[in-house]
């Protein structure tokens, strides 16, 4: 599924087709509404900072100082 790489990968230098900013590590895509849209799946970043959803290849980034904000 997930295309073998370096252990501590940096962002790709492909363009993403939609990014989003996230504060949390493990998101959830459904590709958006509309025909567009693919089974919702939870993604981990497992550190990296950043992750790619395999069915709509939107990325979804940590935002810098996620987790000490309030709610
Ligand atoms: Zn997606």
Do not use: Q, S, W
């Not at 939609?18 to 509404?33: L, N, P």
């Amino acid at each position: 599924m997930a295309t073998a790489g370096a252990p501590t990968p940096e962002l790709p230098g492909h363009d993403a087709p939609e990014t989003a900013y996230v504060d949390e590590e493990i998101v959830a895509c459904d590709g958006g509404i509309g025909a567009l849209g693919h089974p919702r799946v939870f993604l981990n970043m497992e550190g990296k900072g950043f992750v790619d959803c395999p069915y709509c290849d939107k990325r979804f980034i940590l935002n810098e100082g996620a987790g000490g904000g309030g709610h």
